[in-house]
């Protein structure tokens, strides 16, 4: 499992090399056009191309690649002059923030309101559920994002419009920078966390409505057990080893929904640095970025799959 893992991470960083470079234009030709005709002589283009080898074949350019990254160098970001590494340290932690609160209120909303309707299958609240989930289905997250910012920001100025906190202000105590932090992320995780409900909240229903009819369901209610333990301890229980596949499995949705929803909501995380990036035609920004987001898709995958292997033994095994 490991060995395909590292097969895995050795075409991501493939795919991240070429990526940036099929996008049209030229990263100096931007930047020159950013910085005035005559901002930046031919010498210093020419040596700033001769520096990031994009003098130099494709194939080239590839070992210069890898021979950076062999050496945990992620280099120096075209357009602005500064480390990837130190743009990437002031992007990650709001994209990981961000990341980590939807998707701990999506798993837990999905494994719950799919449990209950499972339980009540055919009634009121299982048919109020399934047109709720697929209508969140059929919403990209930027409109899903987009529709928060209008209702909640805008008409209702309840929440912040944009950002992740507050331009120049002063807090008394801990409590006033959280809370800062916390009122500013309120809408794009609700956003994230509705787009990743329905897939997992489908699953669950379906694995618990399997099991409703299985002898050990029967023999509980036969025993008097509560209906709390029969939900969860005996039923729910089935349903958690297809939630967590669909948990791993849909990681890498939700990094590529969180781009779009830092968009919306000009939160300053990962997909700030990459729109900037396409912006600019910034090869080595688009690269530690791109790359350090697979990285993270593959580890939570990879947890996800010890995670399985943990609650079935067979899946080890393949």
């Known amino acids: 499992m490991v060995g395909l893992y590292l097969l895995t991470l050795l ?18 030709v931007a930047l020159q056009d950013r ?3 005559s901002a930046i002589s031919a010498e210093t283009t020419a040596h700033l191309r001769s520096y990031y080898a994009l003098d130099r074949p494709l194939e080239y350019q590839y070992r210069h690649y890898l021979s950076r990254l062999g050496r945990g160098d992620l280099g ?8 990837v590494t130190r743009l990437i340290g002031g992007h990650l932690p709001w994209t990981l923030l961000l990341l980590g609160t939807a ?16 339980w009540r299958r055919g009634r009121p609240l299982d048919r109020a559920l399934l047109v709720a989930m697929t209508g969140l289905r059929a919403l990209p997250p930027y409109v899903l994002a987009a529709l928060l910012l209008i209702v909640l920001a805008v008409l209702v100025p309840a929440f912040p419009l944009a950002g992740a906190r507050t331009p120049f202000a002063a807090y008394s105590s801990p409590l006033g920078v959280v809370g800062d932090v916390g009122g500013h992320l ?6 994230l966390s509705l787009s ?20 050990y369901m029967v023999l509980g209610r036969a025993k008097g057990l509560p209906v709390r333990v029969l939900k969860y301890r005996h039923g729910g229980r089935n349903a958690l080893l297809p939630f967590v ?23 300053p ?5 990459i729109l900037r990036g396409v912006e600019t035609r910034d090869y080595p920004v688009l690269e530690g970025a791109f790359l350090v987001l697979g990285a993270l898709v593959l580890i939570l995958n990879l947890g996800a799959e010890l995670v399985m292997s943990r609650l079935d033994p067979r899946v080890a095994g393949r």
């Open 11 to 28: 075409a991501m960083v493939t795919v991240v090399f070429g990526l940036p470079r099929a996008l049209p234009g030229d990263p100096l």
């Open 35 to 37: 910085a005035g005709s």
């Open 76 to 83: 120096w970001s075209i357009s602005r002059n500064v480390r």
């Open 103 to 118: 998707f701990t209120i999506a798993a837990v909303l999905s494994f719950l309101t799919g449990v209950a309707a499972a």
């Open 186 to 191: 309120v809408l794009p995780a609700t956003a």
């Open 196 to 215: 990743l409900l329905s897939t997992k909240f489908l699953i669950v229903r379906n694995a618990m409505i399997s099991s409703l009819g299985q002898d």
């Open 245 to 267: 596949a669909a948990m791993g499995a849909e990681v890498g949705f939700a990094v590529g929904f969180s781009i779009f929803v830092e968009s919306v909501f000009a939160y």
């Open 269 to 273: 995380g990962m997909g700030a640095l």
